[in-house]
């Protein structure tokens, strides 16, 4: 599974960056906006992944295959 933030959604709340502590979500610097880093889902950090997709309070994180 992969992910993607629809940047015309997402509003900068940290949430999913938070619960992944910055790997699979991180905020992008040029718009502080989040940002998905597919490289860092591994057996660790895939069930955070679905948390952070699942707790997004406006829908933004997409899934990707
Ligand atoms: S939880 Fe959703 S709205 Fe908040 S930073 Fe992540 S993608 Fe953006």
Redesign the pocket.
Known sequence: MRYK?NKDK????????GITNGTV?DFDEDDN??KANNDEINDETKDLAIE?CN????G??EKEN
């Not at 997402?10 to 960056?17: E, H, T």
């Open positions: 933030v997402c509003i900068g709340c940290g949430m999913c960056v979500f906006l989040a952070a707790s997004c309070p406006v933004a994180i």
